[in-house]
T-cell receptor, first 113, second 115 residues
Framework: DADVTQTPRNRITKTGKRIMLECSQTKGHDRMYWYRQDPGLGLRLIYYSFDVKDINKGEISDGYSVSRQAQAKFSLSLESAIPNQTALYFC????????????FGEGSRLTVL | AQKVTQAQTEISVVEKEDVTLDCVYETRDTTYYLFWYKQPPSGELVFLIRRNSFDEQNEISGRYSWNFQKSTSSFNFTITASQVVDSAVYFC????????????FGAGTRLFVKA
């Protein structure tokens, strides 16, 4: 089983719908992240959390929200999806003693029509 | 500003050729980490290497080698005797101390290795 698990892996939805992407990890890491990948733009940070009580905006947080339900769970929500949020989304974790070193989930491909 | 630039969008080589992927970074921090990640066609992201800002020693791991030069703010990645399985998108990344070492990625370089 994967150490970092994302659900759903693929989702097609319509403009205006609320979408939640879920991430759970068994690595015991305090730090969790949500990134978005678009062709030619690399990975861009949406939100990150250094522990359960700590939530921070990344470079592209507009239109997104997150919830850190427990050390092992970090969910990303799109309150009202729009087509330019069509992308591949990655959840990642990192250990506090090796900051920046990321362990990724398998990705969630979201298509907003 | 914290930034990572990978100027090469795509590179195509023939198997057994050597290839170097360039990475230039910007940060005012003196403490930071640099990384390379690989994304094969299957889509997962795989960690390759981590280097801290105080260690400029080059590193070799099999056919992979990395050249870190603080003087030019570069962290280049060379694959020797490339193989078809090396075909992937490669991302260079920076984790500066400011902001708690959150990781910033370059746009990636897509490498095609032809048989």
């Amino acid at each position: 089983d994967a150490d970092v698990t994302q659900t759903p892996r693929n989702r097609i939805t319509k403009t205006g719908k609320r979408i939640m992407l879920e991430c759970s990890q068994t690595k015991g890491h305090d730090r969790m992240y949500w990134y978005r990948q678009d062709p030619g733009l690399g990975l861009r940070l949406i939100y990150y959390s250094f522990d359960v009580k700590d939530i921070n905006k990344g470079e592209i947080s507009d239109g997104y929200s997150v919830s850190r339900q427990a050390q092992a769970k970090f969910s990303l929500s799109l309150e009202s999806a729009i087509p330019n949020q069509t992308a591949l989304y990655f959840c990642a974790t990192s250990p506090g003693q090796r900051p920046g070193e990321l362990f990724f989930g398998e990705g969630s491909r979201l298509t907003v029509l | 500003a914290q930034k990572v630039t990978q100027a090469q969008t795509e590179i195509s080589v023939v198997e057994k050729e050597d290839v170097t992927l360039d990475c230039v970074y910007e940060t005012r921090d003196t403490t930071y980490y640099l990384f390379w990640y690989k994304q094969p066609p299957s889509g997962e992201l795989v960690f390759l290497i981590r280097r801290n800002s105080f260690d400029e020693q080059n590193e070799i791991s099999g056919r992979y080698s990395w050249n870190f030069q603080k003087s030019t703010s570069s962290f280049n990645f060379t694959i020797t005797a490339s193989q078809v399985v090396d075909s992937a998108v490669y991302f260079c990344a920076l984790s500066p101390h400011t902001g708690g070492f959150k990781t910033i990625f370059g746009a990636g370089t897509r490498l095609f290795v032809k048989a």
